[in-house]
């Protein structure tokens, strides 16, 4: 079995910057297609950011393109996200997720493409 485990979460003012990082141990055989994902009370889980294994294709949803960006070390299982330029509507909960499988490209942004997730990571942003 693979565990993940973010951290960086915080309290940060608008405009500011935050890293998160999720670390997978256990199990860790093989490699791993990664994402981003995260919940606001009241709403649905919604995508944020996914990076396949090879670090060549990366993928965000259209409210954090040009903020955010995804990346990964092949070789330690971990992934990060660098989010920049943080508005108060990026608070949320942010969710790691990892995938063994080969997803086509439109399938990278769907909670069903990842096999482990990690419990979460609060992000706040206000003044």
């Known amino acids: 079995q693979v565990q993940l485990e973010e951290s960086g979460g915080g309290l940060v003012r608008p405009g500011g910057s935050l890293r998160l990082s999720c670390a997978a141990s256990?199990?860790?055989?093989?490699?791993?297609?990664w994402a981003w994902f995260r919940q606001t009370p009241g709403k649905e889980r919604e995508f944020v950011a996914a990076i396949k294994r090879s670090g060549t294709g990366t993928y965000y949803a259209s409210a954090v393109r040009g903020r955010f960006t995804a990346s990964r070390d092949r070789g330690k299982h971990t992934a990060s996200l660098q989010m920049n330029s943080l508005r108060p509507d990026d608070t949320g909960v942010y969710y790691c997720a990892a995938g063994v499988g080969n997803p086509i490209t439109s399938s990278m942004g769907y909670e069903s493409t990842y096999d482990y997730w990690g419990q979460g990571t609060q992000v706040t942003v206000s003044s």
């Open positions: 256990g199990s860790t055989s093989g490699t791993y297609n």
